[in-house]
């Protein structure tokens, strides 16, 4: 690595460069959108329809209404290059068809070292990470719709540097089989057929002051609007789960404006689609198979049950093609309902 001039310098190009090596695109929040649950990545990360468990908080909060018991949810994604994701939540059901949860999603880009104005090894490091705390709420209104709000506060650190934010995530699922009166059930060739809605990251912005460095400068980094539609159905007598997502990311983009005189901003919202397919097949009640497509990006994985007297255990596993050459990712869920 070359020697650089000032720490102050360095710490900027982390802030740049890092939020690319963690996932694939270099916009603020960008770890917000790499699948960290291991049911959802094996089905090609397609969930926004699909949330009924503990993770829903990441998918879909309207789908956090369907939990009848407490709900305990943990997920680790282990991936190269010092890079760091993981998750947990608790959950409960309250009254009338309605859910409250808690979560921790935590990222972290590992160590560099750091220099002085010389650009000689101090002998400490800099590192990144970002926490988001979530408050979820979801409830079932009528038979047909279930509504939820997830309310988050943003923490994210780079050397001495830190920001805070607070945002918003809204969802709905439509259940369709309900609205139709068809009974659930798994005696016609489409069943559970649902429709998921979420918009999120609103309000969701990092204020950076780097006065604390000695360079006198703030910069302020919105979190892209990101709007997500779902549709997930089950086949085969319900043995079979399909879903698709589509992902529109909308980015605020800065762009620098000379017009000979003086130096200006302009601001431009440019907009990105990801599209998501899987599927998740249940051989038996203890095992069931999912494989997927993540925005091209091939997935895999499988989740294993064990039902005891007042417990329900889940192990799931999944795996996440290379991207860009930073190496296969695996992940790892674990989820006990009591």
């Given at each position: ?9 360095f710490i900027l190009l982390i802030l740049g460069y890092l939020p690319v090596l963690a996932a694939e695109g270099g916009y603020n929040g960008v770890f917000l959108k790499v699948p ?139 259940y369709v089989d309900s609205l139709s009166g068809y009974e659930a059930g798994y005696t016609k060739y489409l069943s559970d057929l649902t429709l998921g809605l979420v918009i999120s ?56 404006v000379d017009d000979g005189e003086t130096q200006t901003t302009d601001r431009e919202t440019v907009s990105e689609a990801v599209f998501q397919f899987g599927g998740e097949y249940e ?56």
């Open positions: 690595m070359k020697k650089l001039k000032n720490s102050t310098i960290v649950d291991a049911r959802a990545t094996g089905m090609g990360g397609a969930h926004i329809a699909v949330s009924n468990d503990g993770y829903s908080q990441l998918h879909n909060p309207a789908g956090l209404q369907t939990i009848t018991a407490n709900n305990f949810a943990s997920s680790y994604r282990a991936m190269k290059l010092g890079r760091k994701l993981g998750y947990l939540s608790i959950g409960f059901p309250t009254r009338l068809e309605s859910a409250l949860a808690f979560s921790w999603l935590y990222t972290g880009y590992g160590e560099v070292e750091r220099r002085d104005n010389s650009g000689f090894l101090t002998g400490s490091t800099i590192s990144s990470e970002e926490h988001v705390f979530g408050l979820t709420f979801a409830k079932r209104f009528i038979p047909w719709l279930g509504l939820g709000t997830k309310l988050s506060y943003l923490h994210k650190s780079i050397g001495d540097i830190k920001a805070n934010s607070v945002g918003f995530n809204l969802g709905a699922i439509l990251n609103l309000a969701g912005r990092y204020k950076w002051d780097s006065n604390t460095e000695g360079l006198g400068a703030t910069k302020t980094d919105d979190f892209p609007i990101d709007i997500g539609l779902g549709l997930a159905g089950r086949i085969l007598q319900g043995k079979l789960l399909l879903a698709a997502d589509m992902d529109i990311l909308l980015k605020r983009m800065d762009y620098p051989l038996n009640d203890k095992l069931t198979l999912r494989t997927g497509l993540d925005d091209g990006t091939f997935t895999a994985g499988a989740g294993f049950n064990f039902a005891f007297e007042k417990t329900f255990l889940s192990i799931n596993y999944a795996f996440s093609n290379d991207r860009v050459g930073e190496g296969d990712d695996h992940i790892f869920s674990f989820g006990l309902i009591f």
